[in-house]
């Protein structure tokens, strides 16, 4: 009897041990976007897993997994792409099962740690089968430029540029296209408020009451570079731009530091040499490394449309008419609220390399000061800041 009861206890010490040994599923996203639908899974380093896809059906396999019951129901989403979601489990294997409902095409690989997430991240993109990876923007790349031949030595720029419309050539188009863009979005939330606020959100909703009024005005077509909570890499917005031949191009953010009694709006314009002061500095670390937390994505420094058309630069137009319009931001900002910075800012922020358009990146206000964040959250402000941006870009084509 005592030698069965021995045993017994084995047995159970045994099975213990062995299920404390499964791999975690930690948490499960969705983020679905006009290209494509995101599934992010967050896991231990040591996962084991296959994808296989057969007809419309993708098969993700984790050997020994569990999952925390707090994350069981976010598994099952459904969107245009995913039609339903079943969990199958075979001995040590489990399977999660996508049914998709129409042609896609399927790109898998893992994500180490950050500053803002830390496990590890099991990433599946599921793009449309009709809209290849590269080809997402409504005008295709080439009917924009063409391949051109790089002299060995870059062409002088002339004093008086022609490439970039200025205020004074308005009459010219019949609409200016301007090119809003929310800061991060998806799998990046970008800065965190005292009250837990994300920017991403706040980013988008002031992006959309901009696009509201400039589309209420005769002379102008606002274009969103995304309408959701999704991510979009910081090249890939340098090429909507381009795509649609827009005449300015608005990074909508907001600041964060340690210090929560910092406070007030800048404006910040593309340096090829980088921030201009430590504050800048920092500045440009962070936004520039948004794609390690959206995700993969094509960065600058292996683009070879966009490597091909730097030479090409109006630098000097574009950056004398990125500060003109910086100007007039600050001038409409200060009305509604302090400015952090009096002048407008350099840096060099990946999102500004719009080839000869001017750009500029607008921190709200900081969301990292609690009176600064309720600002930002509330709908009243939101339409006030909007207005702001609204009434700087007119005031630049007078």
Do not use: C
């Not at 500095?281 to 995700?295: H, I, M, P, V, Y």
């Amino acid at each position: 009897m005592y030698q069965l009861k021995v045993f017994l206890l084995f047995l159970l010490l045994f099975s213990n041990t062995h299920a404390s040994d499964k791999i975690t599923l930690h948490d499960f996203r969705f983020w679905t976007s006009p290209e494509r639908t995101r599934i992010v899974i967050d896991v231990e380093e040591d996962i084991q897993y296959t994808v296989t896809s057969k007809g419309n059906r993708i098969d993700l396999n984790i050997h020994n997994a569990k999952f925390l019951r707090k994350t069981y129901d976010k598994l099952f989403y459904q969107d245009m792409r995913i039609k339903r979601t079943k969990l199958k489990r075979k001995l040590k294997e489990m399977h999660l099962l996508f049914t998709i409902r129409k042609s896609y095409h399927l790109k898998s690989y893992m994500l180490k740690p950050n500053s803002k997430y830390t496990h590890h991240r099991l990433v599946l993109d599921i793009y449309d089968k009709s809209k290849p990876i590269k080809k997402i923007i409504k005008k295709p790349i080439k009917r924009v430029i063409k391949k051109p031949t790089i002299p060995s030595t870059p062409p002088v720029i002339p004093n008086t540029p022609s490439v970039i419309p200025s205020a004074t050539e308005g009459s010219r188009q019949t609409k200016k296209i301007i090119l809003i863009d929310a800061g991060h979005g998806g799998e990046d939330p970008g800065a965190i408020g005292y009250y837990h606020s994300k920017e991403k959100k706040i980013t988008l909703s002031i992006a959309k009451k901009l696009l509201k009024k400039l589309n209420k005005t005769r002379n102008f077509k606002a274009l969103l570079t995304r309408h959701g909570d999704y991510y979009v890499g910081l090249t890939k917005r340098i090429r909507i731009a381009q795509a649609n031949n827009a005449s300015l191009f608005i990074s909508i953010h907001a600041d964060s530091v340690k210090r929560r009694s910092a406070k007030g709006a800048s404006v910040y314009t593309l340096s090829e040499r980088g921030g201009s002061t430590k504050f800048a500095k920092r500045l440009e670390r962070s936004q520039n490394t948004a794609d390690q937390f959206g995700g993969i994505e094509e960065v600058l420094k292996g683009d070879k449309y966009l490597k091909k058309i730097l030479w090409n630069f109006s630098r000097r137009d574009r950056d004398i008419q990125s500060q003109k319009l910086g100007k007039h931001i600050l001038q409409q900002m200060r009305k509604i609220g302090p400015l952090h910075k009096k002048t407008p800012q350099k840096a060099g922020f990946v999102v500004l390399k719009t080839p000869a358009i001017p750009s500029v990146l607008v921190e709200t206000a900081f969301i990292s000061n609690p009176q600064e964040e309720k600002r930002l959250v509330n709908k009243k402000e939101q339409d006030k800041i909007a207005d702001a941006l609204y009434h700087a870009i007119l005031n630049y084509y007078k």
